[in-house]
């Protein structure tokens, strides 16, 4: 597979864990901004609204992904979105971050590595990059 093929590929993921985030992150803004929560209300907020299209969105690329890749590979990744949600909750909504967050993340990231490594050391079945 040549090197474009798999960027696309690989862009794939990273799509997925973005659309994943940004479906959290309208649906904070759309949690604080409805005064009501009733049906009516979450179907006219428009935070509500992005919230459902960047899950669609994300549904949509991360079944992309799995074409390129085995979901036991591709998966850990969508961890990273914890990365995202973390940054993002305390930049735009001033929440606080403690230290078992970053310890958290820290072991995650771990995890994701080793995952990554492995994949390269070894076939695995359905992996269309090897």
Not at 46 to 71: E, K
């Amino acid at each position: 597979m040549s090197d474009k093929m798999a960027s696309t590929s690989i862009g794939y993921i990273i799509l997925a864990i973005f659309f994943q985030a940004s479906g959290g992150i309208f649906g904070k803004y759309a949690a604080i901004t409805m005064s009501d929560p009733s049906p009516i209300m979450m179907v006219a907020n428009i935070f509500y609204l992005l919230s459902l299209a960047s899950l669609l969105l994300q549904a949509l690329v991360w079944q992309q992904a799995l074409m390129h890749y085995p979901l036991s590979f591709a998966y850990p990744f969508m961890s990273l979105v914890n990365f995202v949600i973390l940054l993002s909750s305390a930049v735009l909504f001033n929440e606080g971050v403690t230290i078992t967050n970053i310890v958290g993340l820290g072991l995650i990231s771990i995890g994701i590595t080793v995952l990554s490594r492995e994949r390269r050391r070894s076939k695995i079945p359905g992996d269309t990059h090897l």
